[in-house]
């Protein structure tokens, strides 16, 4: 049997919280635009109401939350932002 101390220091694996998981599943394309909505003023239920009807079985709350980065996601080393588009051409 390992000490509590040892366990307690181990890494642990964290994974993104559920509206994250959801939207690394989507494609390209619909990713960004959720990402990129995120930040915005009074969106998340607008985003729930999108990704749930697409399956996703998270909260508006859940997506509050994740919109305001309070979620595991950022240990998780989740994007938030949209990619950025390279402009050198």
């Not at 000490?3 to 919280?17: F, G, K, N, Q, Y």
């Not at 009074?42 to 009807?53: D, G, Q, Y």
């Amino acid at each position: 049997m390992s000490s509590i101390a040892a366990e307690l220091s181990a890494p642990s694996h964290v994974r993104p919280c559920i509206v994250g998981a959801f939207v690394d599943t989507l494609d390209p394309e619909d990713s960004a635009a959720v990402k990129g909505t995120l930040g915005r003023p009074r969106t998340a239920a607008k985003i729930w109401r999108v990704l749930s009807r697409r399956g996703m079985s998270a909260s508006t709350s859940q997506v509050r939350i994740h919109a305001r980065r309070d979620c595991n996601c950022t240990k998780a080393g989740h994007q938030y932002d949209a990619p950025k588009e390279d402009t050198a051409a």
